[in-house]
């Protein structure tokens, strides 16, 4: 029989079989979780004022500024938490997958403490006052350098991340010749190309712009570029934090509610069209700037609704898992099957939550990225809506559903049936929470309420009165929200610290035993980043070059990024 060693050495003998995490190997995955946990109560506590201070009831005590807590909650929650819990959770995936050698645990260490330092930066800065420039740091606002360098290092130590990841693959597939890889691992690697392909526009921005900017370097910047470069990052970012949720639904869920995958090469080419659709398509974000050309706006909204076809694609493969395994159990009848599902199971309830809450957030998402229709919500609280459903509830409902076994298998304890009951009743209050602040976002926005502003109140108007409603049913959500986030952070210290010593399961749901050989050519590594970039060039090259021909006065052509 072979060791645990040796298994270790050479990875599994195939791509189904599952490597035992080691205890540093645990121990690298929790420390991520701890910073994200933190994440999630700062940022949460953050919210909660936000909405207080927006229903006009309340004023924050010892000048603290409305900007200051807006930028705390959207760097560390957005960027922090996210950031924090897909890296570490991907490091799970691919160690259980693929094996991890002591060097690559070494490099990965390295790259926990380049973002944990680089957070710390940013977060004290924010704290002091000097970088409420919320988490899109838009040009003209300015922060103090240490802001930016704090950014720069967190995606620097997340690329560090990333090569470790290709190389667990790498290693693998070396030591497998003509095997395919791992379903998780493929998947984490598409993630990780994404996201280092998507985050060298920001940290080029970082760079090249606001640093030098931000140190009086440069007097000045073109504005456009940092914006578009933001935005070039900035879509594939939401997309980041997707597929980390889409990971679970396609190869965990189905072991979860006993089920199996329903299709191997579905689910990879999924994930190769949303790596192709996530990085062209940043001007949809910037539908109403006047400096980018109207083709090209149109260009990148057509490629935008292409990325609907993965997500319908995952949609259909999920309900055939549920459908498959639901008759499988004997459950007839066109509903029957919807039976089955472990309701009272809260690792399938928080995601399958998570799942029907992208319905009305993917629709929203389509009406915002068409152009007449983004021009009736664009900088209003119906947006602040939108990813208040999708990242907010589709992504971390499914983070949550992750949580109450990737936790417990870390620190070698059991989610009890109590703690089982308790996370059921935090999924509860958080749909309620994000259902009643997510509509009453949507509703205000087409009321024209804005977003990003502490005074929605002003004027005295019949519209504004009206706002006033809205305003406070966000109160009451953003409340209910903070006492979810409050257990939220309960469920995790009894998982972590207090939950009796047991042995979690880490389910890993196989693939249907019928389900069609999945074509080599998924595996064409090359072929897929070629293709990603061509369509980025195509989507960005022309477009990019009249941004920088047209440039203001002050915002010189060359050096195209920084003025003087
Ligand atoms: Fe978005 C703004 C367009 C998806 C996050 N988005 C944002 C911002 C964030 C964000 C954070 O075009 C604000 C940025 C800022 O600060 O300014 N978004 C889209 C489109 C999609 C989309 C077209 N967004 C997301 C996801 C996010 C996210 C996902 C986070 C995770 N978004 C926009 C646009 C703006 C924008 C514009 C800019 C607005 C402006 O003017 O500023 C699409 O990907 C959506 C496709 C999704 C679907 C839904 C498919 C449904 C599925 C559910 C399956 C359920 C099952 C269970 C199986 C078509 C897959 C059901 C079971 C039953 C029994 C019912």
């Known amino acids: 029989m072979e060791t645990v060693k040796a298994i270790k050495e050479q990875g599994p003998n195939n791509s189904t079989d599952l490597l035992p995490l080691s205890k540093p190997e645990k121990r690298l995955t929790m420390a991520y979780i701890y910073v994200a946990i933190i994440a999630l109560f700062v940022g949460g506590l953050m919210g909660l004022l936000q909405t207080l201070v927006r229903s006009g009831k309340f004023t924050l005590p010892w000048g603290i500024d409305y900007y200051q807590i807006l930028t705390i909650h959207g760097v ?3 960027l922090v938490l996210t950031t924090f819990f897909i890296i570490g959770f991907q490091f799970s995936l691919m160690n259980k997958t693929v094996g991890m050698s002591d060097k690559q645990r070494k490099s990965a260490w390295v790259s926990f403490w380049v973002m944990t330092i680089g957070t710390l930066m940013t977060a004290t800065t924010i704290l002091l006052g000097k970088g409420s420039v919320l988490y899109t740091f838009y040009a003209p606002l300015q922060a103090h350098p240490a802001f930016y360098i704090g950014l720069a290092l967190v995606i620097i130590g997340s690329w560090i991340a990333a090569f470790v990841n290709f190389r667990q693959l790498y290693l693998w597939k070396k030591a497998h010749p003509g095997e395919k890889s791992p379903l998780l691992a493929f998947m984490v690697t598409i993630n990780m190309i994404m996201w280092v392909i998507a985050s060298m526009g920001v940290a080029a921005s970082v760079l090249i712009q606001f640093i030098p900017w931000s140190l009086g370097i440069a007097s000045t910047m073109n504005v456009l570029v940092s914006r578009t470069l933001f ?17 679970a639904w396609y190869a965990i869920i189905p072991k979860i509610i006993g089920g199996k995958i329903f299709s191997d090469a579905l689910a990879r080419l999924s994930f190769i069209l949303f790596l192709f659709f996530s990085i062209p398509v940043g001007f949809h974000h910037q539908l109403t700037e006047p400096g980018i050309d109207a083709t090209w706006k149109f260009v990148q909204v057509s490629l935008t609704f292409m990325v609907v076809i993965p997500t319908l694609m995952t949609a259909f493969s999920l309900f055939a898992t549920f459908e498959i395994t639901g008759r499988k159990k004997g459950f007839k009848g066109l509903f029957g099957w919807l039976k089955h599902l472990p309701w009272k199971d809260v690792r399938f309830l928080a995601p399958f939550i998570g799942m029907v809450a992208f319905i009305p ?42 949580s109450y076994w990737l936790i417990p298998h870390l620190t070698g304890r059991r989610l009890t049936k109590q703690l089982n009951k308790l996370g059921i009743i935090q999924t509860i209050i958080w749909t309620v929470g994000m259902g009643i602040m997510s509509i009453s976002m949507h509703i205000q926005g087409l009321l024209g309420g804005p977003r990003r502003s502490a005074f929605s109140e002003y004027g005295g108007t019949e519209q504004a009165h009206e706002w006033g409603y809205y305003q406070l049913a966000q109160a009451v959500g953003g409340t209910i929200l903070f006492i979810g986030i409050i257990l939220m952070v309960y469920i995790f210290i009894k998982m972590a610290f ?20 999945t074509p080599k050519f998924l595996e064409n590594w090359k072929l897929w980043i070629g293709i990603t970039i061509a369509l980025i060039l195509f989507a960005y090259t022309i ?5 920088i021909q047209n440039a203001p006065p002050g915002s010189p052509p060359f050096p195209f990024l920084v003025g003087n």
């Open 361 to 402: 957030g993917g629709a929203g998402g389509i009406i915002n990225a068409s152009h007449q229709m983004n021009a009736v919500i664009h900088n209003t609280i119906w947006v602040t809506g939108h990813f208040h459903l999708t990242v907010a509830t589709t992504v971390i409902l499914t983070f949550f559903g992750i």
């Open 231 to 247: 935005w070039y990052f900035g879509h594939p970012l939401v997309y980041f934090w997707l597929l980390a949720a889409y990971m």
């Open 543 to 547: 477009p990019f070059i009249d941004i």
């Open 498 to 517: 207090f939950a009796p010593k047991g042995d979690e399961e880490y389910p890993i749901a196989e693939e249907e035993p019928d389900a069609e050989p």
């Open 76 to 78: 560390v929650l957005a």
